[in-house]
Antibody, heavy 120, light 109 residues
C-alpha cells in the first residue's frame, strides 16, 4: 500500500528555518517524481516544488531561492528545507507523488499534510 | 503564467447531475486532472488525463476537455460528494509549471 507521512511542521518566527520530511512506503521515492504542494488557511492549492527521478528540481517563484527540495534514498524520504520564512508561507504542506513519472501526470498519492505557521 | 478559472461554488440537489467547469486558454491541448478535498483532509485524485478514473473512484465521476473548458461531471450526486474540487494542469510554457484552479465548493442541497 502506498503511503506518505509528513512531519516537521510547527510554529516558527519570520526569518526562521524549518525542514519538512515525507516518509514514503509502498514505492521508491527516487524512482518517482515527487512534489510539495501547500494550502494556506482557507485558500486553494499551490504547487511549491518538484524533484524528478533524475534529480532535477524546480520551484514556484514564490519560494525560489528560499526553499530546497531533496531526498534521502536510503530512508525513502522526501524533504523540504525552508529558509527565510515569511508569514505568507503559513500553510499546510503536502507531499505528493506524480503519476506515471510524467510532468503531465496528476498527483496520485498525497500525504496527510503538516501545518507550518510563521508568526512572531 | 497560465491561469485556470473555476466557479467558486456549485449547488445541486441529491440525485441530480453536477458540472464543474475549469477554464483556461486552449486547455483542450493539456491534460487536466481533478481533485476532491473534504474539510480537514488531503486532496484525492478523482479524474486524471481529462477523463480517466483512478481505481476506487465511482463511475459517477467523469471528465471532459475541449477548447477552452474542461468539465468535471458528477452524476447522481450524493451527500458525501460535498467537497471542494480543484482542476490542475502542467504548463510547459510557465515557470510555475503545475497550476491549480482556484477551487469550486460543491454544495449538496
Amino acid at each position: 500500500e502506498v503511503q506518505l507521512v509528513e512531519s516537521g511542521g510547527g510554529l516558527i518566527q519570520p526569518g526562521g528555518s524549518l525542514r519538512l520530511s515525507c516518509a514514503a512506503s509502498g514505492f521508491t521515492v527516487s524512482s518517482n517524481y515527487m512534489s510539495w504542494v501547500r494550502q494556506a488557511p482557507g485558500k486553494g492549492l499551490e504547487w511549491v516544488s518538484v524533484i524528478y527521478s533524475g534529480g532535477s528540481t524546480y520551484y514556484a517563484d514564490s519560494v525560489k531561492g528560499r526553499f530546497t527540495i531533496s531526498r534521502d534514498n536510503s530512508k525513502n524520504t522526501l524533504y523540504l528545507q525552508m529558509n527565510s520564512l515569511r508569514a505568507e508561507d503559513t500553510a499546510v504542506y503536502y507531499c505528493a507523488r506524480i503519476h506515471r513519472m510524467s510532468p503531465q501526470g496528476g498527483f496520485d498519492y498525497w500525504g496527510q499534510g503538516t501545518l507550518v505557521t510563521v508568526s512572531s | 503564467s497560465y491561469v485556470l478559472t473555476q466557479p467558486p461554488s456549485v449547488s445541486v440537489a441529491p440525485g441530480k447531475t453536477a458540472r464543474i467547469t475549469c477554464g483556461g486558454n486552449n486547455i483542450g491541448s493539456k491534460s487536466v486532472h481533478w481533485y476532491q478535498q473534504k474539510p480537514g483532509q488531503a486532496p484525492v485524485l478523482v479524474i486524471y488525463y481529462d477523463s480517466d478514473r483512478p481505481s476506487g473512484i465511482p463511475e459517477r465521476f467523469s471528465g471532459s476537455n475541449s477548447g477552452n473548458t474542461a468539465t468535471l461531471t458528477i452524476s447522481r450526486v450524493e451527500a458525501g460528494d460535498e467537497a471542494d474540487y480543484y482542476c490542475q494542469v502542467w504548463d510547459s510554457s510557465s515557470d510555475q509549471n503545475w497550476v491549480f484552479g482556484g477551487g469550486t465548493k460543491l454544495t449538496v442541497l
